[in-house]
């Protein structure tokens, strides 16, 4: 499978003690903060997350994730480029696909590894979820 048909296929999840910040790229990421996103669901090429704060279609961000469970994982400069955006109530929805080849450090396979590791750690914990409740929780494809 190419890597388009497989980013489009792969299930997304969107539970877990996953935390996620963005800043913008450029001038204004220079000057700007770190902002904490509700952050919707996750795999190793993408994610979505809802902001108050408006990001511009194909721009460029950076994000820093941190989840903690059974193992923690913190990375910070993943370089994502915003592919969709919606309006939702008072906050917008952006779809972002990680940008591997952004750079030397997306490029390495620490990045790419690690990405999937969380994507990992958070099945596990939806299957873990779903054994407790005895119920399905939201895996979805795109």
């Not at 770190?34 to 194909?58: C, P, Q, T």
């Not at 054994?131 to 929780?137: A, C, T, Y």
């Amino acid at each position: 499978m190419n890597y388009q048909n497989d980013r489009r296929s792969r299930l997304r999840f969107d539970h877990g003690n996953l935390s996620v910040k963005v800043k913008r790229t450029g001038i204004s990421g220079i000057f700007g903060k770190s902002k904490i996103v509700n952050w919707k669901d996750f795999n190793k090429y993408g994610m979505a997350f809802e902001s108050r704060h408006r990001f511009n279609l194909d721009s460029k961000i950076t994000l820093q994730l941190c989840i903690k469970d059974e193992k923690e994982f913190n990375i910070s400069n993943i370089t994502g480029v915003v592919r969709n955006i919606g309006k939702y109530s008072d906050n917008f929805r952006c779809g972002v696909e990680f940008d591997y080849n952004s750079n030397e450090f997306m490029k390495s396979e620490n990045v790419k590894q690690t990405l999937f590791e969380i994507e990992q750690l958070l099945n596990s914990i939806l299957l873990r979820l779903e054994k407790n409740n005895g119920s399905q929780i939201m895996r979805r494809k795109l």
